[in-house]
Structure formats: structure tokens, C-alpha cells
């Protein structure tokens, strides 16, 4: 359990050490990029989840995640449309895509209960990663006020999956 | 023009409407950007909750006390009728940090 949890947020620190070792303050065609591809790797945890997991709240909650994240994302592309904004992958990205590939090949040996304990104990580490990422690193850095605007609604989505992560995991227990 | 639409609708669908007062009023809440407002909202038994949810996310408004609990679909707007009296603590399912109180009335 400890080991998972901390090879998850070990994954998500990344993000703040990759960002900072650019040396430079994140643009937002590297933002709208890091955001995306955040979102892009819980859809893909939670497809895993669907075909997955045995518990019925955990493949409830997979399926809260994928539709809500492919809301967000779908709104994130609007507006870098509307903005003439192309995403730009990055050192950010790359990490964070990389460490969810191992973790999804990691929680892919798992099976049964073992797999939903460490699907959500995944998602709680994962979104609060990704929450201290965006209040400390993608807010400030995004210029573009309808881009910080969207980073913020995010942000407040994603606290709400980790409360509600939290409370799928409590109930495992 | 709405409103007038969703009363003639309570009617109708309600036969029973004769035992609640006649003086039952809608009243709006709204789910913008993850926040419910009013936070605090009252009413009386009989009234009628206009839900809308102006986001592009699915809500629900869930009383922690299993008196209601309604799904809004993202850009919907979803009315119930209050059944009971008291104060209801209600929350986001999906969101739990979408929080807000409905005192009814009897």
C-alpha cells in the first residue's frame, strides 16, 4: 500500500520538478498541453477501471471520471480553437504521460479487491497531484484570463473528485 | 412564460394538489462553475425546486438525510416538488465539495 502510494505520488511530483527544471515560467500552448494530457490519463485509468474493477462503487466512480473529464477536455479544445492556441507538448507532459503508462501496466497485474484498493488509493494521490500542479504551477503560469478561467473551474471539479475519491476509498475499508 | 409552464405542469401531474397550499411558489437554485447559490435556500413543504445547472458537468443534489435526490444533467434544468419538512444539508455526488442547505418549512 505504502509502496503504491508512493510510487504514485512520486509520478506526480514530476510534474512540478519537470516544470521547474525548464527554468522557465510554462506557456499556455505547454499549460493547455500539461491539462489535457492530465485529463487524457485519468480517462485511460478509468477505462482500465470499467473493464476491470469488481466493485460497483469503483466502476461508478471510473465512469464519473471519464465523463467528466471528457466534458473538461472537450471544453479545454473549444477554447484553444476559439484562442488560435495550439497546445504544445513538453518535458511535463512526456514525464506525466510516461509514469502513467508504467502505472497503468502496474495496476494492470492487479486483480480483484487488490486492484480496486490501489485503482482509488491511485486516484486520491493522482488528483491531488494534480490539484497542487495547477494551484501552484498552471494558474500562476497561465496568461490568457479565458485559460486561467478554465484552469480554475478545473481546479474546483478536481478537488470534488478527490473528496469524492476519498469517500469511495473510506468505503472499501 | 417558463414558470407559468412548470406550474400548469405541477398541476396537472399532481391531482393532489388541492392538499398543498395554493400558494406554492417555485424557487431557483442554480449550479454554476461548481458552486450552488443560494448556499442557503428556504421554503415549504408543497413548493417546487427549480434545479438548473448551467455547467457542462452532471450534478445531483443528494440530502445527506436520503430526503431527496436528484440528477441534473449537464445545461438542464430539473424541478421536484418538496415532499417534507426540515433542514436538509444536500451535496454533490459527483462533487462532494459542492455543498448547500434547504430549510423547508411544513
Given at each position: 500500500?505504502?509502496?503504491?502510494?508512493?510510487?504514485?505520488?512520486?509520478?506526480?511530483?514530476?510534474?512540478?520538478?519537470?516544470?521547474?527544471?525548464?527554468?522557465?515560467?510554462?506557456?499556455?500552448?505547454?499549460?493547455?498541453?500539461?491539462?489535457?494530457?492530465?485529463?487524457?490519463?485519468?480517462?485511460?485509468?478509468?477505462?482500465?477501471?470499467?473493464?476491470?474493477?469488481?466493485?460497483?462503487?469503483?466502476?461508478?466512480?471510473?465512469?464519473?471520471?471519464?465523463?467528466?473529464?471528457?466534458?473538461?477536455?472537450?471544453?479545454?479544445?473549444?477554447?484553444?480553437?476559439?484562442?488560435?492556441?495550439?497546445?504544445?507538448?513538453?518535458?511535463?507532459?512526456?514525464?506525466?504521460?510516461?509514469?502513467?503508462?508504467?502505472?497503468?501496466?502496474?495496476?494492470?497485474?492487479?486483480?480483484?479487491?487488490?486492484?480496486?484498493?490501489?485503482?482509488?488509493?491511485?486516484?486520491?494521490?493522482?488528483?491531488?497531484?494534480?490539484?497542487?500542479?495547477?494551484?501552484?504551477?498552471?494558474?500562476?503560469?497561465?496568461?490568457?484570463?479565458?485559460?486561467?478561467?478554465?484552469?480554475?473551474?478545473?481546479?474546483?471539479?478536481?478537488?470534488?473528485?478527490?473528496?469524492?475519491?476519498?469517500?469511495?476509498?473510506?468505503?472499501?475499508? | 412564460?417558463?414558470?407559468?409552464?412548470?406550474?400548469?405542469?405541477?398541476?396537472?401531474?399532481?391531482p393532489g394538489a388541492m392538499a398543498v397550499p395554493a400558494h406554492a411558489a417555485t424557487i431557483q437554485i442554480v449550479m454554476e462553475n461548481l458552486v450552488v447559490?443560494?448556499?442557503?435556500?428556504?421554503?415549504?413543504?408543497?413548493?417546487?425546486?427549480?434545479?438548473?445547472?448551467?455547467?457542462?458537468?452532471?450534478?445531483?443534489?443528494?440530502?445527506?438525510?436520503?430526503?431527496?435526490?436528484?440528477?441534473?444533467?449537464?445545461?438542464?434544468?430539473?424541478?421536484?416538488?418538496?415532499?417534507?419538512?426540515?433542514?436538509?444539508?444536500?451535496?454533490?455526488?459527483?462533487?462532494?465539495?459542492?455543498?448547500?442547505v434547504l430549510t423547508i418549512a411544513p
Amino acid at each position: 500500500m505504502f509502496v503504491r502510494l508512493s510510487i504514485a505520488v512520486a509520478a506526480l511530483s514530476l510534474l512540478s520538478s519537470a516544470a521547474l527544471a525548464q527554468g522557465a515560467k510554462l506557456t499556455d500552448p505547454q499549460i493547455a498541453h500539461i491539462a489535457y494530457t492530465a485529463g487524457v490519463i485519468d480517462i485511460n485509468a478509468a477505462k482500465q477501471a470499467d473493464s476491470k474493477a469488481s466493485n460497483k462503487e469503483i466502476k461508478a466512480f471510473a465512469k464519473d471520471m471519464e465523463r467528466d473529464h471528457e466534458a473538461v477536455n472537450k471544453q479545454a479544445l473549444d477554447l484553444v480553437k476559439k484562442l488560435k492556441v495550439t497546445p504544445e507538448d513538453n518535458d511535463t507532459s512526456k514525464a506525466l504521460s510516461k509514469q502513467a503508462t508504467d502505472k497503468l501496466a502496474e495496476l494492470a497485474k492487479l486483480k480483484g479487491a487488490d486492484y480496486d484498493k490501489a485503482y482509488i488509493a491511485n486516484e486520491v494521490a493522482y488528483h491531488k497531484a494534480v490539484n497542487s500542479a495547477l494551484e501552484t504551477q498552471l494558474i500562476p503560469s497561465a496568461s490568457n484570463p479565458e485559460l486561467k478561467g478554465l484552469l480554475q473551474t478545473g481546479l474546483k471539479i478536481f478537488q470534488g473528485h478527490q473528496q469524492h475519491a476519498e469517500h469511495v476509498a473510506a468505503s472499501l475499508k | 412564460m417558463r414558470l407559468g409552464h412548470h406550474l400548469a405542469m405541477f398541476v396537472l401531474l399532481t391531482p393532489g394538489a388541492m392538499a398543498v397550499p395554493a400558494h406554492a411558489a417555485t424557487i431557483q437554485i442554480v449550479m454554476e462553475n461548481l458552486v450552488v447559490s443560494p448556499a442557503e435556500a428556504s421554503a415549504k413543504v408543497g413548493d417546487t425546486i427549480e434545479w438548473v445547472n448551467k455547467d457542462i458537468l452532471a450534478h445531483t443534489a443528494t440530502a445527506k438525510n436520503g430526503d431527496f435526490d436528484v440528477a441534473i444533467a449537464p445545461k438542464t434544468t430539473v424541478t421536484s416538488v418538496l415532499q417534507k419538512a426540515g433542514t436538509v444539508e444536500y451535496y454533490c455526488r459527483y462533487h462532494p465539495n459542492m455543498k448547500a442547505v434547504l430549510t423547508i418549512a411544513p
